[in-house]
C-alpha cells in the first residue's frame, strides 16, 4: 500500500514540475520550417487566389491552408517522435502528456470553430480564429516554451483579434496567413533554438 501511495505521490510531482519547467520535446529547426512553409502557401496564394471573392476562391484558400497545416503538423510532431524515441523514460511521457494537456483545449476549439465557420461559409473569420486559438495554445502552454513565447502569444491574439472585425473577406487576402504565422512559427524556432542552446537539450 505504502509503495503504490510512493508511486502516485512521484508521478504528481513529476506532473506538477512538468508544467513548470520547459519542454524539451519542441524543435526550433521544425517550429522554423513550418514557419517558411506558411511563406510558400502564401506566395501559392498569391498566385492562385490573391484576394477570395468567390465560393471557388474560399474552396482553393481552404485547401492550401489545411495543406500547410497539414505539412506543419507532421513535421513538428515528426521531430517530436524522433525526440521521444531517443529519450523514452517515465519523464518524457509525463512531459508529453503535461503539454499535450496544456494545449489540448485550444486544439479542440481551432477544430470546432474551423467546422462550424465552414459549414455556414464564413470563411472570412478563419484567419482570426486559428490565430486566436493558437494564442490561447501558447498562453495555456507558456511555463513549457521558452521566454518571449508570451509575447508572440499576444502578439497572435492582437491580430487575431484584429481580422475578425475586417470588413468582408479581406483577412483572406494572400499577405496575411504568411505575416502571421509564416513569422510567428520562425520567430518561436528562433526563441527555442536558442534556448536548446543556452541550456543544452535534456535527455532522460
Avoid at 15 to 28: D, E, H, I, K, Y
Avoid at 85 to 92: E, F, I, K, P, V
Avoid at 149 to 157: C, D, K, L, P
Wanted: charged share 15%.
Amino acid at each position: 500500500m505504502d509503495v503504490t501511495r510512493a508511486i502516485a505521490d512521484l508521478d504528481e510531482v513529476r506532473t506538477r514540475l512538468a508544467a513548470v519547467q520547459r519542454f524539451r520535446g519542441l524543435s526550433g529547426p521544425a517550429a522554423a520550417v513550418s514557419g517558411a512553409a506558411a511563406l510558400g502557401a502564401g506566395i501559392l496564394q498569391l498566385a492562385l487566389v490573391p484576394h477570395p471573392s468567390t465560393a471557388a476562391d474560399g474552396s482553393r484558400y481552404v485547401a492550401i491552408w489545411i495543406a500547410c497545416l497539414t505539412f506543419a503538423l507532421a513535421v513538428n510532431y515528426g521531430a517530436l517522435g524522433v525526440w521521444l524515441a531517443r529519450n523514452w523514460s517515465s519523464r518524457t511521457r509525463t512531459e508529453l502528456r503535461t503539454a499535450a494537456v496544456a494545449i489540448f483545449p485550444s486544439v479542440v476549439a481551432g477544430g470546432a470553430f474551423t467546422a462550424a465557420l465552414l459549414s455556414r461559409g464564413e470563411i472570412g473569420m478563419l484567419p482570426g480564429t486559428w490565430a486566436l486559438c493558437y494564442a490561447l495554445g501558447l498562453l495555456g502552454s507558456r511555463t513549457m516554451l521558452p521566454r518571449g513565447t508570451a509575447t508572440i502569444a499576444f502578439a497572435f491574439a492582437a491580430v487575431g483579434a484584429a481580422l475578425l472585425f475586417a470588413t468582408g473577406t479581406n483577412a483572406l487576402v494572400w499577405w496575411v496567413m504568411p505575416l502571421t504565422f509564416g513569422f510567428g512559427q520562425i520567430a518561436i524556432g528562433v526563441l527555442i533554438e536558442r534556448d536548446d542552446e543556452t541550456t543544452g537539450k535534456v535527455t532522460a
